[in-house]
């Protein structure tokens, strides 16, 4: 069994930076992806940064690619989701996963419990 524990999130002006932090504990593996999906109200569930075990391959979705980027501590089985200039539309519920796949939804082996991010304009 795997626990992931996020951190980070909260209330932010548009324009300003965040930084999302995941701790994973228990039977971890080092092989597993860890990443990033998000859902706002009335919206699917979406994928939005992933970075691979060894940390050497990532994946941004465009609608945040330039501002957003992904990085991986594997001595510490953490996932950081840095946040830079935010936009409104960045508002929801902000997820970790891990596993050995992590697209679709369907498939992510484990899920965190989520950490609210808003952005005020």
């Known amino acids: 069994q795997v626990q992931l524990v996020e951190s980070g999130g909260g209330l932010v002006q548009a324009g300003g930076t965040l930084r999302l932090s995941c701790a994973a504990s228990?039977?971890?593996?080092?092989?597993?992806?860890m990443g990033w999906y998000r859902q706002a109200p009335g919206k699917e569930r979406e994928f939005v940064a992933g970075?691979?075990?060894?940390?050497?391959?990532?994946y941004i979705r465009d609608a945040v690619k330039g501002r957003f980027t992904i990085s991986r501590d594997s001595a510490k089985k953490a996932v950081v989701l840095q946040m830079n200039s935010v936009k409104p539309e960045d508002t929801a519920v902000y997820y970790c996963?891990?596993?050995?796949?992590?697209?679709?939804?369907?498939?992510?082996?484990?899920w965190g419990q989520g950490t609210q991010v808003t952005v005020s304009s």
């Open positions: 970075i691979s075990w060894s940390g050497l391959s990532t």
């Open positions: 228990g039977r971890t593996l080092m092989a597993y992806d």
């Open positions: 996963v891990t596993g050995t796949r992590l697209q679709p939804a369907t498939v992510v082996d484990y």
